[in-house]
């Protein structure tokens, strides 16, 4: 009502006015994990410690420690938070590629293997990451690979024998050895052909990239195979 006063704020509202907003658990656990992702892409695992993620977090030790414990369990739950659609996503185009009769469908199964890694290096480090942790001999890194990317890379090569029936076991695990190098170098070092070409041509648009790639992995998986020579 007109002339009325207003009601006087609360002890707790008056207490209240100036401070910052209390900041979840969950949310600092995920600045944590947004950090340590950047962090891992960046330096490899051996390359950061947890202090020096802990100091661009903004964070103490004791948060740190709290939420993770080790260095392991930190990567871990990096690939927990972001693995799972990458996977989920592969493994629909890969399944649907190996369910095409007569034969499984070699392009579709290529599609899977490299285009939602490469779309997602250009959204965030977690491509890049990946690409890190599955060339990266340490420890932890084998044990990351064993638990998030051997699964789908089994599978993979199992459609790859229903694809080349016609290629060798020792023929088709190098060929497929292959396949990896070419992913894992795209996304660890994406600015490789900008930095030779001088700037004159790039990796950025995935699709792109993953467009020129075909030709030249089909047919490198299609080649016949010639007698192994001595050198």
Do not use: W
């Not at 704020?9 to 950090?35: A, C, Q």
């Not at 050895?177 to 992913?183: E, G, P, S, T, V």
Request: aromatic content about 8%.
């Amino acid at each position: 009502m007109a002339g009325q006063s207003e009601k006087a704020p609360s002890r707790d509202e008056r207490r209240s006015v100036g401070r910052p907003p209390k900041t979840s658990k969950r949310e600092v656990r995920n600045r944590i994990l947004d950090v340590a992702e950047r962090a891992f892409a960046e330096h490899g695992v051996d390359g950061i410690s947890l202090r020096q993620i802990m100091a661009e977090a903004d964070v103490s030790m004791s948060l740190v420690s709290y939420h993770f414990g080790t260095k392991e369990r930190m990567l871990t739950a990096v690939f927990e938070r972001k693995a799972a659609p990458l996977f989920k996503e592969r493994y629909a185009l890969l399944e649907a590629a190996i369910s095409v009769k007569p034969r499984p469908d070699l392009e579709g199964m290529l599609k899977a293997f490299f285009l939602p890694c490469y779309a997602r290096s250009k959204t965030d480090t977690f491509g890049r990451l990946s690409g890190r942790v599955a060339g990266d001999p340490s420890l932890i890194s084998k044990s990351i690979t064993a638990i998030f990317f051997d699964p789908f890379m089994h599978r993979f090569i199992e459609g790859l024998r229903l694809a080349l029936p016609g290629l060798s076991e020792d023929e088709l695990y190098f060929r497929f050895h292959c396949l990896l190098c070419i992913l894992n170098q795209t996304l660890v070092q994406p600015n490789r052909i900008s930095d030779l070409s001088h700037g004159r041509r790039t990796l950025k648009d995935g699709s792109a990239a993953f467009a020129r790639i075909i030709p030249f992995l089909m047919a490198g998986l299609k080649a016949k195979t010639r007698p192994i020579k001595n050198l």
